[in-house]
């Protein structure tokens, strides 16, 4: 989706503050088959165009998002209006007016059909309400409380349920399936882009909160306790099952021999990471201590790190780097040369623990 921006025409000099408002714009071809008045199949195609702006005059909450999206159906063929009335035969509808607002009528028999888009055949709802007036004489109980039926005469309002016949072409029926198509198409839509934006802003955050103390920008941003705090053991985590993990042996197999050692090598080679990376790592346990992470991060990578974990539960260890992007994306940027230094850094720090114990 495109995103555009919208200034006012008009400026006003006394105003606090200009308010800019953004939309999002997204457009698309959507191809209408449907049956003219002598029964022949006809094609048309028309432009989409989803226009998606944000409602800032709703009363909403802090945690509430309210958003008003309009859908434009635009004639390929037919880009300009008609200057006279095109006659199209079309078909004598009983428009009910039900208790239920909620209840539509479906036609039995229609002529109209669309073979891209599953809709129902259902004119446009004409709810239409008809008050009376009505006197409500009663003489029996005007008599048991002693006053003329005259005095007890009561008008009242109430409402009437009312057939009407109107009539609709095959083109109106046709252009109100195909908008209610696209007006789902669209919500579905918006609602699929608001969740894909939760989880971008949840990796982003916790990213930034992991890697805060490496940027001097990024200290003036965020609280101190976050700078001080980083990450939980849970955040960590959460963050990993959200970003892309490529264990080390995946990113080049010579490097498999590294990833076979016992425990105990595993855990010498934290106290190698510690101190060969003071300020630039990040130890986090479990609160039942049989799972540690040990994160290696570079100033000149910000968009990965590399990763040491211990399991106790599995006797088992692994060596990983870990990128930024997410898991659905599947992009590899192992070919960044930025990426590359960081990897062959910690393997350079693995290979000296490596040769630390043959002495």
């Not at 409602?55 to 958003?67: D, K, P, Q, R, V």
């Not at 918006?190 to 971008?200: E, L, Y």
């Not at 850094?345 to 040769?355: G, T």
């Given at each position: 989706m495109k995103v555009l921006r919208m200034t006012p025409v008009i400026l006003d000099p006394d105003a606090v503050m200009h308010n800019t408002e953004f939309i999002l714009v997204h457009t698309k071809t959507c191809h209408v088959h449907?049956?003219?008045?002598?029964?022949?199949?006809?094609?048309?195609?028309?432009?989409?165009?989803?226009?998606?702006?944000h409602?800032?005059?709703?009363?909403?909450?802090?945690?509430?998002?309210?958003?008003n999206f309009?859908?434009?159906l635009t004639s390929t063929r037919e880009m300009y209006p008609n200057r006279i009335l095109e006659k199209k035969m079309g078909h004598?509808?009983?428009?009910?007016?039900?208790?239920?607002?909620?209840?539509?009528?479906?036609?039995?028999?229609?002529?109209?059909?669309?073979?891209?888009?599953?809709?129902?055949?259902?004119?446009?709802?004409?709810?239409?309400?008809?008050?009376?007036?009505?006197?409500?004489?009663?003489?029996?109980?005007?008599?048991?409380?002693?006053?003329p039926s005259s005095v007890k005469s009561f008008g009242g309002i109430r409402s009437e349920s009312v057939n009407y016949l109107g009539y609709y072409t095959q083109y109106e029926e046709t252009m109100q399936r195909t908008l209610e198509h696209q007006a789902e198409e669209a919500r579905t839509r918006?609602?699929?882009?608001?969740?894909?934006?939760?989880?971008?802003c949840?990796?982003?955050?916790?990213?930034?909160?992991?890697?805060?103390?490496?940027?001097?920008?990024?200290?003036?941003?965020?609280?101190?306790?976050?700078?001080?705090?980083?990450?939980?053991?849970?955040?960590?985590?959460e963050l990993l099952n959200l970003v892309s993990v490529e264990p080390l042996g995946s990113v080049d197999s010579q490097l498999l021999p590294l990833l076979s050692k016992p425990l105990h090598w595993y855990q010498g080679l934290i106290r190698v990471?510690?101190?060969?990376?003071?300020?630039r790592h990040r130890n986090l346990t479990s609160s039942d201590g049989n799972i540690q992470h040990v994160v290696v991060l570079s100033p000149g990578c910000p968009d990965a790190f590399m990763m040491l974990s211990i399991n106790l539960h599995h006797q088992k260890a692994e060596l990983c780097c870990v990128y930024k992007q997410l898991k659905e994306e599947g992009t590899n940027p192992v070919s960044d040369q930025r990426v590359q230094a960081l990897i062959q850094?910690?393997?350079?720090?693995?290979?000296?623990?490596?040769?630390s114990g043959l002495l």
């Open positions: 449907y049956r003219d008045g002598n029964d022949q199949r006809v094609s048309d195609d028309y432009d989409v165009t989803l226009l998606v702006s409602n800032t005059t709703a009363n909403s909450l802090l945690h509430h998002l309210h958003l309009y859908v434009i004598f509808r009983t428009v009910s007016i039900a208790p239920s607002l909620g209840q539509r009528w479906t036609p039995s028999s229609t002529h109209t059909e669309s073979c891209e888009h599953s809709g129902t055949d259902t004119p446009p709802i004409i709810t239409t309400t008809t008050t009376t007036c009505e006197e409500a004489s009663d003489p029996t109980i005007a008599t048991q409380e002693g006053l918006i609602h699929h882009i608001f969740n894909q934006a939760k989880i971008h949840r990796r982003d955050s916790l990213w930034q909160r992991l890697t805060a103390s490496l940027r001097e920008e990024d200290r003036q941003k965020l609280p101190r306790e976050q700078i001080l705090g980083g990450l939980s053991f849970i955040e960590l985590s990471l510690q101190s060969k990376y003071q300020e850094d910690f393997v350079n720090a693995c290979c000296f623990h490596l040769w």
